[in-house]
């Protein structure tokens, strides 16, 4: 599965972004869908997972009430809604896809496949 990140940018504190992760070479219904992020200077950190059929979701607590997650089986692709965006959410926002169990999903290493990331900015 080949995964490719977009809709990152340069926003305002409080405002909203949606990040769209398109997957080609084959159909993400078979797994799990994941956003991670990654500050300079930090690990990579899970933000929010999606399990194949939409359900269940799981976000870190960081960025609960605040980002959504969502998918489009038919589309081949995975969202992810921000709003009331915050300077702390600064990041390389990166999707992945894992084939293994939904438990393992808010941990990096375990995730099968990654995209490029694309560049979230949030300024005060």
């Known amino acids: 599965v080949q995964l490719q990140a977009s809709g990152g940018g340069l926003v305002q504190a409080g405002e909203s972004l949606r990040l769209s992760c398109a997957a080609s070479?084959?159909?993400?219904?078979?797994?799990?869908m994941g956003w991670f992020r990654q500050a300079p200077g930090k690990e990579r950190e899970f933000v929010a997972a999606i399990g194949r059929g939409g359900v269940p979701t799981s976000y870190v607590d960081s960025v609960k009430g605040r980002f959504t997650i969502s998918r489009e089986n038919a589309k081949n692709t995975v969202y992810l809604q921000m709003s009331s965006l915050k300077p702390e959410d600064t990041a390389v926002y990166y999707c992945?896809?894992?084939?293994?169990?939904?438990?393992?999903?808010?941990?990096?290493?375990?995730?099968?496949?990654w995209g490029k990331g694309t560049q979230v900015t949030v300024s005060s």
């Open positions: 992945a896809a894992s084939n293994t169990a939904w438990g393992t999903v808010h941990r990096a290493y375990d995730m099968n496949y």
């Open positions: 070479g084959r159909t993400i219904r078979s797994y799990h």
